[in-house]
Every structure is written in C-alpha cells, then in structure tokens.
C-alpha cells in the first residue's frame, strides 16, 4: 500500500503492478482496489503497463476532504500521474469512466490516452432530467451523512431490486 497527496492535503492511497508505461485504472462509484475484479484486471493489464488501482476519495483507504468534487477527483488523479512521471493512460469503468473522461478533457498532456468501459451517459433529455433529479437526491443523502441509504437510493436507480440492495448494503 502506497500514498499520495492531493491537492487540498487528502491521502490517497493506491497499489502498483507490474512494468512499463503507466496507466491509472479508476474504479466506479462502489469498488475500490482491493476487490477481486480490480486486482485480477490489473494484473492482467500488468504484462503491458505500470498499473495504478487507487482508491477514490472516501474508498477503502484513501481520506474523504469534504465537500466532493469533481475537480477534487481530478486532483487526486494528477497526484497519482505525478507519482507515476508525469504523465499516464486511463482506464475507467462506469462512473470511473466518467472521471477518465474528466481527466482526458481537463489534464492536457498529462493523459496520453484513455480507454473508458460502461460509462453512464445518457443523451436524451427525458433522461437527463431524470439524471439531473437523482444527482440533487444523492447530494442531498450524502450531505446529511446517509451513506447507506445513498447506495440503497443509487442501486435503487440501477434497477437492483430491493432484497438485493439489502445483501449489498
């Protein structure tokens, strides 16, 4: 387990695999690094890059500066870039996809490239409107500290079923 810094004085902690180019692999929004799909898909990608599995902020290991960002999370990743040499590709899946993409528009050189799996973007309006609403929802439940039922609102919204959320959380 290693650690950086971020930005505005966060710890974030992340594991490292294998040799060659770096590339940061950014997790969704209920994973962090040490879940098996994380370390099995790192290692794969081992054989080819340096990887990077980190846990977002608020995540396994790493802190949780309050209030959360977006801006933040990029942050986080240009801390971890910087520890890897300055520049590195991205891997994100679902809402780390999101943050990849983030980071692809917002860092510059720094990301070489990135490769984005399962991102939940939706361009019709009806859905985006529906977005729009459970994101004030979410907001509202973490401001209050509701951590539980937050993930049980946002499965919820996935379509998991309640007995489901339930074994989950």
Known sequence: MKKVISKDGTKIVYD???EGLPLIYITGALVYRKMPMVVEGSKMLSSNFTVYTY???GHGDSGDTKPYSIKKELEDIEAIIEEAGGSAYLYGHS???VIAFE???NLGKQVKNV???EA???IDEKSQKESQELYKKLSALLAEDRRVDTVE???NSTGTRS???YDLV
Request: without cysteine; glycine residues 8%; proline residues 4%.
């Open 115 to 117: 490769a984005i799996h």
């Open 153 to 155: 609102l946002f499965l």
């Open 120 to 122: 939940p973007y939706n």
């Open 55 to 57: 846990d977002r902020r």
């Open 103 to 105: 980071a692809a528009l």
């Open 16 to 18: 490292k695999y294998g």
């Open 163 to 165: 007995r489901m959320v």
């Open 95 to 97: 809402s780390g996809a």
